[in-house]
């Protein structure tokens, strides 16, 4: 009997441990839910106090950051050209802005793009022939990443940004020759008229590598100083080397020559290719070799260019580097850049090193330090 009563209360007992454990795990889950909750309405409190009355707060973007626009890996042709430019207007208002300096003989703007902030003033020129796109390639890739550079203070080599487009206002016309560029790259049918395209000579080559404008002229071959017929290898329309039935017969020709009539500048950069060398020497009436000398061979040093040989103005008449100079005074080179032409640009970095790069920097930097000893020879 006592051993019956033994195990009856032992039964209770462990009854009642049960029922106790139960307890302690229900409570225990509670307090567990009601942490929960308090945590998850914590977070609610926290995310409405960054939340405005339209919904959640974005964060403001990084500061002194900016992203680049023009794609170096990619031929430009004028569409390509005004897209780029449109949208570095709103992204750097303060530092450039465009303009038109006339239309072309199929009546697309020759596009031009202020850079800098400075009274003195730069032109540079890109595209005169037609296959040597890649040299708006590098004119706009030069725009986009020297405005990065400006808005983020920074220097290339030796030169700061700022302290160049500060003083210095470079006026770039990146595509003289907007439709014969369109031909180049995407061959006659892309032509306002195909037809007259088709039926010019094509001197050598294909249509890659089309120089002319759109009526079959030569615009380096085309300005009126020692224009010269005589020299010229084509006397029709063709793909190259025609110079026109008179000087200054093309709308390119007559708006970069009315540009450069209306511009105060201080130098003048013209861009082509191929070859790797800089023309800055000629046999004409002006021209300021013993001024400009010390910025070319800088220029030599750090492009590894090589100098071009000093051209003979009667035999190579008509060319706009050798007509600025000449008529206006100025100082003025040629860099011809890359290898070959026409060049694609997926082989960018392989054409312009860093010398090439700074090259309009290095120039102007070099304006700025002699200008007062270039006014008193004008």
Not at 18 to 42: E, H, N, P, Q, V
Not at 47 to 65: A, F, H, I, L
Not at 135 to 146: A, E, F, H, K, Q
Request: aromatic share 12%.
């Amino acid at each position: 009997m006592e051993r019956r009563r033994s195990c009856i209360k032992k039964r209770k007992v462990r009854k009642s441990v049960y029922i106790a454990r139960r307890i302690a795990a229900l409570i225990l889950f509670a307090l567990l839910i009601w942490g929960i909750s308090a945590l998850c309405g914590k977070i609610i409190s926290v995310v409405r106090e960054k939340d405005g009355p339209e919904g959640p707060v974005q964060p403001d973007p990084p500061k002194n950051t900016v992203s680049y626009v023009v794609d170096p890996y990619r031929n430009t042709d004028s569409d390509i050209i005004a897209g780029y430019i449109k949208k570095l207007e709103e992204m750097h208002p303060d530092l450039i802005s465009s303009f038109s300096i006339g239309k072309s003989a199929e009546g697309r703007d020759i596009m031009g793009v202020r850079l800098g902030r400075g009274d003195t003033e730069i032109i540079m020129t890109g595209s005169t022939h037609a296959c040597e796109y890649f040299t708006s390639d590098y004119l706009m890739y030069v725009i986009d990443r020297y405005a990065v550079g400006y808005f983020e203070d920074e220097r290339a080599g030796d030169v700061s940004y700022r302290d160049i487009l500060d003083k210095v206002t470079f006026l770039i016309i990146p595509m003289v020759n907007p439709d014969g560029v369109n031909i180049a790259l995407h061959g006659p049918d892309a032509a306002k008229d195909p037809d007259k395209i088709k039926s010019m000579t094509l001197a050598d080559g294909g249509y890659d590598e089309w120089k002319c404008n759109a009526n079959g002229v030569d615009i380096n071959r085309n300005f009126p100083y020692n224009w010269n017929p005589e020299y010229a290898s084509e006397d029709k329309p063709a793909s190259k080397y025609y110079p026109g039935p008179y000087p200054a017969s093309e709308p390119e020709t007559q708006a970069v020559m009315a540009f450069f009539e209306n511009t105060d500048y201080a130098l003048h950069i013209d861009f082509h290719i191929h070859g790797e060398v800089i023309f800055w020497k000629d046999n004409g009436e002006f021209r300021r070799q013993d001024l400009l000398e010390p910025l070319i061979e800088e220029l030599y040093k750090v492009t590894g260019y090589e100098d071009a040989g000093e051209i003979d103005v009667e035999e190579f008449g008509g060319f706009l580097e050798n007509y600025a100079c000449n008529t206006f005074h100025k100082p003025g080179f040629t860099l011809e850049l890359a290898t070959n032409v026409p060049y694609d640009a997926s082989g960018f970095d392989s054409a312009v090193n860093d010398g090439v790069y700074r090259t309009p920097l290095i120039a102007a930097k070099w304006i700025l330090e002699n200008r007062d000893r270039l006014s008193e020879t004008e």
